[in-house]
């Protein structure tokens, strides 16, 4: 199994950015699909995670601001962000947890990094 994602970029202050991250590979189902960042001399942190059955939880530094979706026919997990903030500026991480796979078994995933940088 793979995590692709996609949409980082450079943004200024009050902007919007859409995070995609695309799981593939042979998977029955994801329990958990969500998003960290890591800003630069800083830990890892959850952003945003959705369940399977589409419940949500966002860290409160991003409450109002970003949203999270997820597309389990593809098995895709989007976060919307708006009015975007300096301190936002981090490095991206999806993750897939709870993935059962054809041996029924389950595993969690990690996708590689997508930077996104706000600045004016």
């Known amino acids: 199994v793979q995590l692709q994602a996609s949409g980082g970029g450079l943004v200024q202050p009050g902007g919007s950015l859409r995070l995609s991250c695309a799981a593939s590979?042979?998977?029955?189902?994801?329990?958990?699909m969500g998003w960290y960042r890591q800003a630069p001399g800083a830990q890892r942190e959850l952003v945003a995670v959705?369940?399977?059955?589409?419940?949500?939880s966002y860290a409160d530094s991003v409450k109002g601001r970003f949203s999270i979706s997820r597309d389990d026919a593809k098995n895709t997990v989007i976060l919307q962000m708006n009015s975007l903030k300096p301190e936002d500026t981090a490095v991206y991480y999806c993750?897939?947890?709870?993935?059962?796979?054809?041996?029924?078994?389950?595993?969690?995933?990690w996708g590689r990094g997508t930077q996104v940088t706000v600045s004016s």
């Open positions: 590979g042979t998977i029955f189902s994801i329990s958990y």
């Open positions: 993750k897939a947890d709870g993935v059962l796979r054809f041996d029924h078994k389950l595993y969690d995933y």
């Open positions: 959705i369940s399977s059955g589409g419940s949500k």
